[in-house]
């Protein structure tokens, strides 16, 4: 029985899209969490989840860096960007930092039928072509670099974009203030970077501005069914 993970803030969403997936995905265990921290301690209570549907625009995923925390805490884990925003470009750069599939929210119910399955037996879409433009190069070598971090040190990472002090940083996490300091100083040399403020800019490169706030589904939609 696959077990899927729904990550919405919005309720009436997340109601309407777990019932879309309960209509196409036989036997389905639906779980659902309402911001990115609650996801994490939900994958962390059930590591063996199958398949995350992860929207990209949440208090607390700073854009695409939600998906490379997830990616990196749970690589097991197949995750599914869901988002009003399905400008080609996001959906390329999803793929690049991981993602196994993008769905927009206008997706109808046979789409989005034909995603989760194929996620589900094993089929993951082409990765993206080869970098051609400058940012494409930029986004495959941050993603290469960020790759290099561990989960932990991820945590630490976007804590000091938020502009916690490393006292700060070692409370949230629970964890020595000494402890911070040499996470950082890995960070820095992997991220090939020489402050925090240098950290912050790298990690604003992850952010995508949030379009207005996509209507509920109608019935040609993922609540089609």
Partial sequence: MPRILIVDDHPLFRLALAQAVRNVVDAAEVVEADGFEAAMAQLRAQPDTDLVLLDLHMPGSHGLMGL???RSAFPAVAVVMVSA???PNVVHRALT???????PKRTGLDDLQGVLRA???GELPAPPPA???ADDL???ALAARLATLSPQQLRVLVLVAEGLLNK?????????????????TAIFERLGVRNRTQASLLLGALSISD???FPLPDDTSITAG
């Fill in 211 to 213: 379009p207005a706030r």
């Fill in 168 to 184: 700060q940083i070692a409370d949230r996490l629970g964890i020595q203030e000494r402890t911070v300091k040499a996470h950082l």
């Fill in 131 to 133: 970098a051609t433009t």
């Fill in 68 to 70: 490379v925390t997830l």
């Fill in 97 to 103: 930092y991981g993602a196994a599939g993008f769905v």
């Fill in 85 to 87: 925003h399905d400008d």
């Fill in 138 to 140: 930029q986004d495959r």
């Fill in 119 to 121: 996620i589900l037996d």
